[in-house]
Antibody, heavy 121, light 108 residues
Framework: QLLLQESGPGLVRSSETLSLTCSVF??????????WGWIRQPPGKGLEWIGS???????YHNPSLNSRVTISVDTSKNQFSLKVRSVTASDTAVYYC?????????????WGQGTLVTVSS | EIVMTQSPATLSVSPGERVTLSCRAS??????LAWYQQKPGQAPRLLIY???TRATGIPVRFSGSGSGTEFTLTISSLQSEDFAVYYC??????????FGQGTRLDIK
C-alpha cells in the first residue's frame, strides 16, 4: 500500500521560505506513469493545486502562485519537495502531497495526511 | 484557467435520502472530472474519476454522470458516514488543475 507523508516546519515567518518534503513509502517515485503533486487548503476553505513533478524533474506549476514555487524530486530518497518563497499570511494552509495519475487519469490518490503551515508576522 | 463551480454550497439532508450535487465547468472538459470526499481533519478521498467511474473500494451508492460542462454526483441513500464536503476537480486541460469550491452535506 502506497503511503505519503509530509514533513517540515509548522511555523514560518512572513517573507521567508516555506519548505516541505513528501516521503513516499511502499512504492517507487520513479514509476513512469505518475506525477507527484502538492495541493493546499487554507483553513475553512477549498483546495488549490500548487504544482506537480515527474520523476525526471519535469514540473508544472499553478500560475496563480506567481513563480514563488519550486518543486523538486530526489529519487534516491524517494521524496519530493516544495518551496514557497516570500510567504504571507495567505500562504497559511494545510499542505498535502499526493500521487497523480490514478489508472492513467490526472487525479490524486492517495494523499498524505496533510501538514498545517502557519505564516506568522 | 478552467473555473469549476459547485452548487449548492451547503445541502441539509436526512439519512436515507437521495442527494445530487452539481459541478459546472467554464469550458468543455469532456469527461475529465473527478469527485472527492473530505471529512473534518482528513485528506480528501477520491470517489469518482472519468466523470462516472468509481475508484477502488467506493460504495455503489456513489455515482457520477455528465460530460462537457455539466456534471453531477449522486448518493443514492445517504449514510451517516457520507456527511462531508465534496469537491470536483477538472484535469482535462491542465495546468492548472482546478477544483470547485466544495459542497457541504449537513445532517438535517
Amino acid at each position: 500500500q502506497l503511503l505519503l507523508q509530509e514533513s517540515g516546519p509548522g511555523l514560518v515567518r512572513s517573507s521567508e521560505t516555506l519548505s516541505l518534503t513528501c516521503s513516499v513509502f511502499g512504492g517507487s517515485i520513479s514509476k513512469t506513469t505518475f506525477y507527484w503533486g502538492w495541493i493546499r487548503q487554507p483553513p475553512g476553505k477549498g483546495l488549490e493545486w500548487i504544482g506537480s513533478i515527474y520523476f525526471s524533474g519535469s514540473v508544472y506549476h499553478n500560475p496563480s502562485l506567481n513563480s514563488r514555487v519550486t518543486i523538486s524530486v530526489d529519487t534516491s530518497k524517494n521524496q519530493f519537495s516544495l518551496k514557497v518563497r516570500s510567504v504571507t499570511a495567505s500562504d497559511t494552509a494545510v499542505y498535502y502531497c499526493a500521487r497523480q495519475g490514478y489508472y492513467g487519469y490526472d487525479v490524486f490518490d492517495p494523499w498524505g495526511q496533510g501538514t498545517l503551515v502557519t505564516v506568522s508576522s | 484557467e478552467i473555473v469549476m463551480t459547485q452548487s449548492p454550497a451547503t445541502l441539509s439532508v436526512s439519512p436515507g435520502e437521495r442527494v445530487t450535487l452539481s459541478c459546472r465547468a467554464s469550458q468543455n472538459i469532456r469527461n475529465g472530472l473527478a469527485w472527492y470526499q473530505q471529512k473534518p481533519g482528513q485528506a480528501p478521498r477520491l470517489l469518482i474519476y472519468g466523470a462516472s467511474t468509481r475508484a477502488t473500494g467506493i460504495p455503489v451508492r456513489f455515482s457520477g454522470s455528465g460530460s462537457g460542462t455539466e456534471f453531477t454526483l449522486t448518493i443514492s441513500s445517504l449514510q451517516s458516514e457520507d456527511f462531508a464536503v465534496y469537491y470536483c476537480q477538472q484535469y482535462n486541460n491542465w495546468p492548472p488543475i482546478t477544483f470547485g469550491q466544495g459542497t457541504r452535506l449537513d445532517i438535517k
